[in-house]
């Protein structure tokens, strides 16, 4: 797999030159409550991007991670303004919603056989559309948004010492989707659908459960953002995580995942994450008209999947390359032998 | 052996960092906002709003005159996970002070609170954050409410049907107006609300919205829009169904004047918000050197503008330099 | 025998305006004095005249298998071209053509960017417009100067977007022309077939002599156009042009052309099935709202609604392969590559 260390070598790379040129010009970059934001900013993005490599690494997408942390933050601030339930209450409910949502998408996909994109497009309509039924409303019916007053749930948006609390949680999430996708039979399975469904499928790997169990995990992972989200913002409010799904999934395919699957590692989404974070981040600093933010933002992620489509296909060439100058090497050795010797 | 290596490269890189950044905290003291360096910073919910860039005229040319002031106007997006997003860097970089126009009252309250924690004087534009906080400047809110509705209850001789088209959830100003409009509204009890309905501040979701009250009400006398651009987009709704009826909105931006002349919109309230950013940003430095803490307070202290109610007849009272 | 057959046959080709029809009726009873107005037919209609001009558009990328995100985007871009340039010319009627001309052909600019870089890189369409979306949008800001500008008149411009022609709202006719011309080209033309073709296969439509870069680019360039157009009725029927404009939109593109049987892996679809699609979400929405159901369970509904859609869809061409006129295109291309690739191996 050299190919995939150097592309990774690449993105590490990538990632220093920005921090090394930031941090030269602009001395509000690399001070510590900026660093320690910087990577508050990616954790959120960054534990929804741990999931969504499960199901991108399958050939799949999940464009409903956003709507899903709404309803689930939704669900939250109404146990906490509603009920005196304890906290892990909430944060239980939250998590089993998560891994219900994503247990859905699975369904609808495997099932129903809708294409990912479809069943994820709309079950963002519909989580989004129970996040605004379940909002909290005033007496003339309204929407109002209620502040969350539990401490023991707002202890989740702070920190240890200088280290907030959603970094800690980001790299735990990072390590165990790592572990799982490179150690487990379930994550060579989740590979192997993602290289080739009908090898997968003829080989007797269940890719239905597989499938299932990849959107499970972005949900679980989704409804965990949401909590460090709604802690940090100590209130729910039925928008939250609008075009959320967007910045996940470039981070996902910037950090080496490819959308034809089979490609890419939690590693890869991790530093895809942290670059996303750095890059809004940096651009802060020079005080540019806000409309320099989303320009500079796309041109890089446009610049970035060129990269990586033609460096693939170079790599892809040079292995078809190497392959048929193997087969000839092998005739031509044949050849000799047999000419040589007998059948052997 | 190789995932290991990279994951050990990337803590070696943050630890780095964390080692390479010096730490510092400093203490705000109270600087003199005429003559020290200041940094001030302008946080609209949306800076492409009339609203919003009329403030923002306002307070530019407040701060025009002293070069020790260095402003910043930063975009809110509609977002308020944006808005606190900018919010945390602002606390970062240590401005001495934030204008700030809260998209949702709630959602920013821990930003806000954070900033008045800091020493950094929070001052809020019509939309307020759920927490004590240095100041808000705003435009009448519950009596623009109750004004529009006593004008309409006189409208339709106190006897028809009026949708609202509303502020998005969680602008404080929209549930206040709302509220003035409402309990007014009960006073005249032949006037019935039939509906109403988010039009997110913008003309063109104004435009949609209304087409869904024609559709849904075949008799509607009168409209009110919680501001100018909902109302200018009700307005092109009803001219396209060909239906005519009493539009009101609220704020008084220039677009609005221009259709009460040309008989578009039957009302509005005025406000002069070139005005109320240049007193935003009077407070603004007046805070920065006041021995006051935001973060000691129980209550918001408020800055009231005075409206004019504009119709028809008023329309030409308004000065063309005070159209904004 | 053969009636039953001809029956189904029947109902699997005219499965889409039944299915309107049922909806009409049902609602019809349910609502009578309201919903069976003209005037509510009107206004289901210029509903979704904005993404319904988009939507002709846009289903040539995605017929190609690829996808047109960026559309909102370029509908507030080309609404600020349009205006900027009335102004700059007094608001007379030769600022307004030359203003149309100006945001059509950044429309058309955009969408040539898209199909080259979606095709000489052969990158994701889904990611790439969503890029270009930030960066059209932060064009827009940049043109704009973040403010709102105002455009009331002159009449000739507000005509577009707000006027009324017979009593029908002119954007009315401007969805229905598109709409149109979309299906002349997508039906009538060697373009057409071409994009079909390659959508389906894009290796064999390459071997058949099919110019897929030139397609590709080609069928961005239509979608920019239609978006573009679709931004200009917009700025006219707010009279205004601001950067934020025309948000969202894609989705309820995606959801006309999803629910109307385009599968978004290429080479299968129709326009009418697109417009059709749009018009279902349309009547849903308006009838839920004539109803008194809130507007906050529309995109609640919406979804629901893409989840039936394709699912039947799927099951009833499972049971009906090879009917579609698209099948038959499809296994003739198949047919093609079949005999190219024996012509290969009996080469020495």
């Known amino acids: 797999m050299r190919q995939e260390t150097i592309r990774r070598l690449f993105s590490l790379l990538l990632l220093s030159i920005l921090i090394v040129a930031f941090g030269a010009t602009s001395k509000l970059f690399l001070t510590l409550p900026n660093i320690f934001t910087l990577l508050r900013e990616a954790s959120v993005t960054g534990i929804l991007a741990v999931g969504v490599t499960f199901v991108i690494i399958t050939a799949g997408i999940d464009l409903s991670t956003g709507a899903i942390v709404a309803f689930v933050a939704m669900v939250c601030a109404n146990i906490f303004y509603y009920t005196t339930l304890p906290v892990w209450v909430a944060l239980a409910a939250g998590l089993l919603i998560g891994a219900g949502a994503g247990y859905l998408n699975g369904l609808l996909v495997t099932r129903l056989h809708l294409p990912d994109f479809i069943a994820t497009l709309s079950t963002q309509g519909i989580f989004r559309g129970l996040a605004l039924i379940i909002a909290i409303r005033s007496s003339t019916g309204s929407i109002s948004n209620k502040v969350i007053t539990n401490q023991g749930f707002l202890l989740l948006g702070d920190r240890v010492s200088v280290v907030y609390l959603v970094t800690i949680a980001f790299f735990v999430v990072a390590l165990l ?39 499970t995990i972005s949900g679980i992972c989704s409804a965990v953002g949401a909590l460090f989200l709604t802690a940090r913002m100590q209130t729910a409010i039925p928008e939250l995580g609008t075009g959320l799904e967007f910045d996940v999934i470039a981070a996902v395919v910037i950090g080496g995942c490819a959308f034809s699957g089979g490609r890419g590692d939690v590693f890869g989404s991790v530093v895809g994450a942290l670059f996303m974070a750095i890059l809004t981040n940096g651009i ?27 460096y693939h296909r170079r790599m892809d060439d040079r292995i078809r390359k190497a392959g048929k100058m193997l087969d000839q090497a092998a005739a031509a050795a044949e050849a000799a032998g047999g000419g040589a010797g007998g059948i052997s | 052996m190789r995932k290991s290596v990279h994951w050990g490269i990337i803590t070696v890189m943050i ?34 709003d009339t609203v919003g860039a009329a403030w923002g005229v306002g307070i530019k040319r407040e701060f025009a005159y002293f070069p020790n002031i260095t402003y910043q106007v930063f975009d809110g997006k509609l977002s308020a996970e944006t808005q606190n997003q900018i919010m945390t860097e602002l606390i970062n970089q240590k401005y001495d002070c934030i204008i700030l126009q809260a998209h949702d009252a709630a959602a920013l309250a821990a930003s806000a609170r954070e900033a008045e924690k800091q020493g950094i004087p929070v001052i809020d534009l019509n939309l307020d954050a759920q927490t004590p906080h240095t100041c808000l400047v705003a435009m009448v809110d519950y009596e623009a409410g109750s004004l529009v509705a006593q004008e309409i209850a006189k409208g339709v001789g106190d006897n028809g049907n009026v949708v609202i088209i509303e502020a998005p959830p969680g602008a404080s100003r929209g549930i206040n107006v709302e509220a003035g409009f409402r309990d007014t509204l009960k006073a005249h009890p032949g006037v019935k609300i039939l509906a109403a ?36 987009g009700a307005s092109q709704a009803a001219a396209a169904a060909g239906r005519k009826m009493i539009i009101w909105g609220a704020d008084g931006e220039k677009k609005a004047l221009q259709y009460i002349e040309q008989g578009k919109l039957t009302g509005t309230i005025y406000t002069n918000c070139y005005d109320e950013g240049a007193t935003a940003a009077r407070m603004a430095l007046y805070a920065i050197g006041a021995e006051i803490n935001g973060s000691k307070f129980t209550k918001t202290p408020i800055i009231k503008m005075a409206p004019i109610v504009v119709t028809k007849d008023t329309v030409a009272s308004i000065a063309e330099k005070d159209r904004w | 025998m053969s009636k039953t057959m001809s029956a189904r046959v029947l109902i699997q080709k005219f499965q889409r305006p039944l299915i309107l029809l049922v909806l009409v009726v049902v609602l019809t009873l349910l609502q009578p004095d309201a919903f069976a107005t003209v005037s509510n037919f009107k206004s289901i209609f210029l509903a979704i005249s904005i993404y319904g001009v988009m939507v002709s558009g846009s289903i040539f990328t995605i017929l190609l298998g690829g996808i047109d995100l960026a559309v909102g985007a370029v509908a507030a871009l080309s609404g600020a071209c349009t205006v900027l340039t009335i102004i700059a010319f007094n608001y007379s009627d030769i600022g307004v053509i030359l203003g149309i001309l100006a945001g059509l052909l950044a429309g ?38 973040n403010q709102t500008i105002n455009i009331i008149s002159p009449a000739s411009f507000t005509f577009v977007g707000g006027g009324q022609l017979f ?58 156009f239609t978006a573009a157009a679709a931004g200009i009725v917009l700025a006219s029927m707010n009279q205004q042009a601001i950067s934020k404009a025309a948000q969202g939109y894609e989705n309820d593109v995606l959801t006309a052309i999803v629910v109307g049987g385009t599968s978004l892996m290429g080479g299968e679809g ?57 099948g038959r295109l499809r296994l003739w291309m198949a047919r093609q590559v079949a005999i190219l690739m024996k012509e290969e191996k009996h080469q020495p």
């Open chain 1, 177 to 215: 989707g790592q572990g799982i996708l490179k150690m487990t039979p379930l994550g060579t399975h989740t590979y192997a659908i993602g290289s080739s469904r009908k090898s997968a499928d003829l080989s007797g790997i269940n890719s239905d459960r597989v499938k299932k169990v990849a959107f």
């Open chain 1, 284 to 310: 802060y600093k020079y005080n540019l008209p806000a409309a320099f933010h989303i320009i500079i933002k796309g041109c890089v992620i446009i610049i970035m999947v060129i990269f990586d489509s033609v």
């Open chain 2, 15 to 48: 630890v780095a960092l964390a080692l390479a950044a010096a730490g510092q905290v400093s203490a705000q003291a109270k600087k003199n906002p005429y003559k020290d360096p200041v940094k001030i910073a302008y946080l609209p919910d949306n800076i492409g």
């Open chain 2, 197 to 232: 309905q988010d039009g997110e501040w913008l003309t063109e979701k104004g435009n949609t919205v209304m087409r869904d009250f024609l559709t849904k009400y075949p008799k509607i006398n009168a409209v009110f829009a919680i501001n100018d651009a909902m109302a200018e």
């Open chain 3, 108 to 145: 058309c600019f955009v969408g040539l960017m898209h199909g080259v870089i979606i095709s000489k890189f052969r990158v994701p369409a889904f990611l790439i417009t969503v890029a270009t979306m930030n960066i059209v949008y932060g064009a827009a800001e940049l043109l704009t100067g």
């Open chain 3, 167 to 224: 009593g029908i709202p002119f954007p009315i006719y401007i969805v229905a022309l598109m709409a149109f011309l979309s299906f002349i080209i997508l039906n009538m033309t060697v373009f057409g077939r071409q994009v079909y073709a390659t959508g389906g296969n894009p290796v064999a439509a390459s071997l058949s002599g099919v110019p897929v870069f030139r397609t590709t680019c080609a069928a961005y360039i239509i979608s920019g």
């Open chain 3, 270 to 326: 129709s326009i009418q099935g697109a417009i059709f699609g749009a018009l279902l979400v349309g009547i849903l929405n308006n009838g839920l709202r004539l109803m008194g159901v809130s507007s906050i369970y529309h995109t609640l509904v919406k979804g629901i609604i893409i989840i039936i859609a394709v699912s039947f869809d799927f099951y009833s061409r499972n049971r009906n392969s090879g009917l579609l006129r698209t």
